[in-house]
């Protein structure tokens, strides 16, 4: 009875382990965009399109960095901000900062993901008075 419990409490601990790696290759994989030809990222309510560019990619240990460029007809006083979330765990991080580099070009900085898994970066972009259009980007933190 000892050897039928001690087997079964390790199939339960290891069933419900979730590894905290991913290999480059699967995290290249997953964090690619859908369309990388011409518009890598459709802004369809702005008819424009976003190119992301990771500066420092995205991991659990360090503070990732990353561009966005607009292309498209952007009205002159669009704004961006910027949340982190975790889907699979019901949680954010801390806030980002977004710094406007050109009327078509930010920087996004001081991005930690707290922890590996699947997260998102929910990107808005607006106006003094609403939303104009909204991007996720989803992505695998190692």
Known sequence: MK??????GSLF????????YISQAEWD???KPANTDTCQWKLANLDACAHIQWL??????EPAELTIE???????DTTLSALLWMPSMGHGSAPVQVERLSAS????????FIMPGDWEVRISFKNSSQVLDQ???PLMVP
């Open 70 to 76: 607009l292309a498209g007809n952007i009205p002159e």
């Open 13 to 20: 601990s290891f069933a419900c382990a979730r590894p905290d």
């Open 135 to 137: 991007l996720t980007i």
């Open 56 to 61: 420092r990619p995205p991991t659990s240990s």
């Open 3 to 8: 050897y039928l419990l001690l087997i079964l």
């Open 29 to 31: 994989q997953h964090n």
């Open 105 to 112: 070009q930010y920087r996004i900085t001081k991005i930690y």
